[in-house]
């Protein structure tokens, strides 16, 4: 895997989340919870936001971002609005920061402390591609369970890179 290919795949799980929050009728649900459910995916739409601005955008990309982890899981109604545009600025600011890096870049350790330890920053990047696609399917399951529909979010396709011309 390259860097762009990261940029990609959170491309297209962020895009989808934001799909998903359209989706909701009523945008008073986008904050309902559960027992089985605490989170909701008002909840896990700052979670995945945060995360990623400052793991990808900040660490990685020098972004002035700054996270407050916390109020990702005590905010409550953030307008629909609201959190679409923070999807949008992690997809602007991981990208940018990826387009930034080369393959071998990813085989370097990742400039934060961990705690798991110092791990390879692809790992990393893959940790976190598979972060955003686990909250992704259970904001899609909490809206399932409100819409009462069943209907799963259809897959976004993963952005294609123009070809070079020359």
């Known amino acids: 895997m390259n860097p762009r290919d990261f940029a990609a795949l959170f491309e ?11 989706r909701f009728d009523n945008e ?17 739409a700052l979670h995945v936001t945060g995360n990623l601005r400052h ?3 900040a660490v990685l990309g020098g972004s002035a971002y700054v996270r407050h982890r916390d109020e990702e899981f ?3 109604n953030v307008p629909r609005d609201e959190l679409k545009a923070g999807l949008s600025a992690a997809v602007r600011e991981s990208g940018e920061a990826l387009r930034g890096m080369t393959a071998a870049d990813l085989e370097t350790g990742y400039p934060l402390e961990l705690p798991v330890g110092r791990i390879r920053t692809g ?3 893959l940790h976190l591609c598979t972060h955003l ?10 809206r399932r369970w409100v819409a009462e529909d069943g209907v799963s979010l259809n897959s976004v396709p993963i952005p294609s890179e123009p070809e070079e011309s020359s």
């Open 12 to 22: 297209r799980d962020l895009t989808g989340f934001s799909a998903l929050l359209d």
């Open 28 to 44: 008073a649900d986008i904050w309902r919870t559960s027992p089985a459910a605490p989170n909701s995916p008002g909840t896990l």
């Open 55 to 57: 793991f990808v955008g």
């Open 74 to 76: 005590t905010a409550r």
């Open 123 to 125: 790992l990393f990047l």
């Open 133 to 142: 696609s686990y909250h992704l399917g259970q904001a899609d399951g909490h």
